[in-house]
């Protein structure tokens, strides 16, 4: 079994006309993506089932997909490919802002968010739900107040939407250090994502993949050989820097 596990991150899941941060995938691009792991043998499912897998010595062909900020557009456009190709995924939601917008991205294009029905609807069509923390905030800059608001509180709002424990977290932008693992193993979650962690690799910082509509099969191909070299714990690197386009 490889010693990294894969996770891909995305976003949006949508046509576009501007994408200034690259967090948006055509339907079609999407479709091309999850043929692409389906024809290798790979089976995209959600975080907590990989981890779990993994654990069993079962996951040498599981993928993580994760789509971060909980956008309307993934139980509209991302589910339905999912379950076309017999995959699972988990969705990262922002339940301070349930049924908002993007409001975080200073530029683009405002995009709709996740209202309580939609998150339901992911969990009937066998989606994972996880927190991307209350109101989408770097817990590196956050008080004490904020922080215990963004993994605490978040994790219990998720929890009464869905009716489910919930096991993951996903750090706004990326942003991780020793402090805010701390508050999100003491929160009660299984495991965390991050982006880029470095020597903070681990259960509560896993590595990811960022993808957007430019990532065609032979550039996930060149993505998947880097993986185990460019995301394994590397001494001296700084955790949480924000790839450019990825971790909003």
């Known amino acids: 079994m490889p010693a990294e596990p894969w996770l891909l991150m995305y976003h949006s899941v949508t046509g576009y006309t501007e994408d200034p941060y690259r967090i948006t995938v055509t339907p079609d691009r999407l479709r091309r993506q999850l043929r692409w792991l389906a024809g290798r043998g790979l089976r995209g499912v959600g975080v907590a089932e990989l981890l779990r897998e993994r654990a069993a010595g079962?996951?040498?062909?599981?993928?993580?997909?994760?789509?971060?900020?909980?956008?309307?557009?993934?139980?509209?456009?991302?589910?339905?490919?999912?379950?076309?190709?017999?995959?699972?995924?988990?969705?990262?939601?922002?339940?301070?802002?349930?049924?908002?917008?993007?409001?975080?991205?200073?530029?683009?294009?405002?995009?709709?968010?996740l209202t309580e029905e939609g998150i339901?609807?992911?969990?009937?069509?066998?989606?994972?739900?996880?927190?991307?923390?209350?109101?989408?905030?770097?817990?590196?800059?956050?008080?004490?107040?904020?922080?215990?608001?963004?993994?605490?509180?978040s994790r219990e709002l998720v929890g009464e939407i869905t009716g489910r424990p919930v096991h993951g977290y996903c750090y706004a932008y990326g942003h991780v250090d020793a402090r805010a693992i701390a508050a999100v193993r003491s929160a009660g979650y299984a495991y965390a994502c991050a982006i880029d962690p470095g020597p903070l690799t681990g259960p509560f910082a896993l590595p990811r993949i960022h993808v957007d509509d430019r990532d065609t099969s032979l550039r996930l191909t060149v993505k998947r050989l880097l993986h185990p070299v460019r995301r394994r714990a590397r001494p001296g690197t700084t955790a949480g820097a924000p790839l450019a386009g990825a971790g909003r």
Request: charged letters at 25%; hydrophobic letters at 40%.
């Open 58 to 113: 079962r996951g040498s062909r599981l993928v993580g997909l994760t789509f971060d900020d909980g956008y309307a557009d993934f139980t509209e456009n991302a589910v339905p490919l999912l379950r076309e190709h017999g995959f699972r995924a988990t969705v990262f939601v922002v339940p301070g802002c349930l049924g908002g917008d993007n409001g975080w991205d200073p530029l683009g294009p405002r995009k709709p968010l």
């Open 120 to 153: 339901r609807a992911a969990v009937v069509a066998g989606m994972e739900v996880g927190s991307h923390g209350m109101l989408h905030v770097s817990l590196p800059e956050a008080e004490d107040a904020t922080l215990r608001e963004e993994t605490v509180h």
